[in-house]
């Protein structure tokens, strides 16, 4: 069974930057897309970013295009998630999926059945 950890969260300033590392295992074979998801208290969760690790096409949301810069290491099976200029807008538990089957080239929450636990980024000063 794949899981996913997350690390890398925590607290920083605006206009900061944080770096969050998922760890994936249990097999990886075909395993596609994979993603970074975020939910802030009493909203949905939403994509932040997510890619394929098989067909090289990434998916930002909006609000965080041109700051945030997801990627995959093959060799450590890990997705990361390199956060600059942040905002106190970005503040959420932020997750890694993953998923065997969907077929999209976006990030909706639920084509994605396989998560992390969370890890929470706040920004503010």
């Known amino acids: 069974q794949v899981q996913l950890v997350e690390s890398g969260g925590g607290l920083v300033q605006p206009g900061g930057s944080l770096r969050l590392s998922c760890a994936i295992s249990?097999?990886?074979?075909?395993?596609?897309?994979i993603g970074w998801f975020r939910q802030a208290p009493g909203k949905e969760r939403e994509g932040v970013s997510c890619m394929s690790n098989t067909d090289g096409w990434i998916n930002y949301a909006d609000s965080v295009k041109g700051r945030f810069t997801i990627f995959y290491d093959n060799a450590t099976n890990t997705v990361s998630l390199q956060m600059n200029g942040l905002k106190p807008e970005d503040t959420a538990v932020y997750y890694c999926a993953a998923d065997y089957a969907y077929s999209g080239n976006d990030c909706p929450p639920w084509g994605y059945d396989f998560w992390g636990q969370g890890t929470q980024v706040t920004v503010s000063s």
């Open positions: 249990g097999g990886t074979l075909d395993l596609h897309p």
